[in-house]
């Protein structure tokens, strides 16, 4: 299947109703190889009405929320790449107001802004921001680097170590009806469960489930702080309409209205309630990510 890469002609015919501005970025080339023959491969749907849209289309349908919502896999190279030419073709068609990301600490936004604007940032970037190793800095070292040298402010969205640890041991709820539904409870805590690979004791489950729900709310209070437009970068789960961070923002009274695109893999299942748009990549190689702490028990 032939890849959409979009040439400048082609996404002002796109665009044409709007008129053509600065023509975008060339959509990057596919990194991964698993699920290159899917007929969903490249494709971008907009839920709620089924339509396969081009690449300037999404960013025309994106460009005018306040709040643009990003989930990703976090160990899939095209997520990032795609993420970066969303976040250049978002600059070239508005101001954008600020960038955030769940792999941030508010313990680093002091070390983030005092790269800001530098004319040569440190040498050594990972360690000048105490970059967390959990984070590949070779798929977001990219993404950074191009917020850095952008005059918008570059947020941190995450909890801090000590306020995961004492969310831990204190588990307490973010109030609010839609994002403690008995529903989005359940969903959620079968998600925590299947993530620790089914090892979890049923009694740490619920100090589980608090972490995740006061990251969603975390990051749902920064969304709401940050200038406008913001993007938002972070796991699916965090994103979603039906289980995340949405909800927190609709418990806040957010007002305006959001928009969530998630980069999806090709034979994903993608609802209609779960975002507003899904963009498909290839996969990456199935791995057992489990089999080692199954091997500790």
């Known amino acids: 299947m032939r890849h959409p890469l979009l040439s400048g002609l ?3 015919l796109a665009l044409a ?3 053509c501005q600065a023509s975008l970025p060339p959509v990057p080339a596919w990194q991964g190889t698993e699920g290159r023959d899917n007929f969903q491969l490249g494709q971008i749907i907009e839920l709620s009405s089924g339509q396969v849209l081009s690449p300037g289309q999404l960013v025309q349908r994106l460009a005018n929320a306040p709040r643009v919502l990003v989930g990703e896999k976090h160990d899939n ?3 990032h790449r ?3 030419w969303l976040l250049r073709a978002l600059e070239s068609r508005r101001a954008q107001g600020s960038l955030l990301l769940e792999m941030l ?3 680093q936004q ?3 802004d005092a790269q800001k604007g530098k004319a040569s940032p440190a040498a050594d970037l ?3 921001l105490a970059w967390q190793p959990g984070w590949d800095w070779t798929l977001y070292g990219p993404i950074v680097r191009e917020a850095l040298g952008q005059p918008y402010p570059l947020l941190a969205a995450n909890l801090s170590p000590d306020e995961i640890r004492q969310a831990y041991r204190q588990p307490a709820t973010p109030p609010g009806d839609r994002s403690n539904a008995p529903a989005v409870v359940q969903a959620l805590l079968a998600q925590v469960r299947a993530g620790h690979c089914n090892l979890l004791p049923e009694s740490q489950l619920p100090a589980m489930l608090a972490v995740q729900q006061q990251r969603d709310r975390r990051i749902a209070e920064r969304l709401l702080a940050a200038p406008q437009p913001a993007l938002l970068l972070t796991g699916s789960y965090h994103a979603r309409k039906d289980l995340g961070v949405p909800l927190h923002l609709a418990d806040l009274d957010a007002k305006s209205e959001d928009k969530v695109l998630l980069l999806a893999e090709v ?3 993608v609802e209609p309630a779960m975002a507003d748009f899904v963009w498909y990549t290839p996969a990456t190689p199935e791995q057992d990510y489990c089999a080692q702490l199954r091997k500790g028990h």
Request: net charge negative.
């Open 10 to 12: 082609s996404i002002c």
């Open 126 to 128: 990972p360690k000048a």
């Open 267 to 269: 034979g994903e299942t």
């Open 82 to 84: 795609l993420q970066l």
């Open 77 to 79: 190279p095209d997520h």
């Open 105 to 107: 600490e508010p313990q």
């Open 17 to 19: 109703l709007g008129g």
């Open 110 to 112: 002091a070390l983030v």
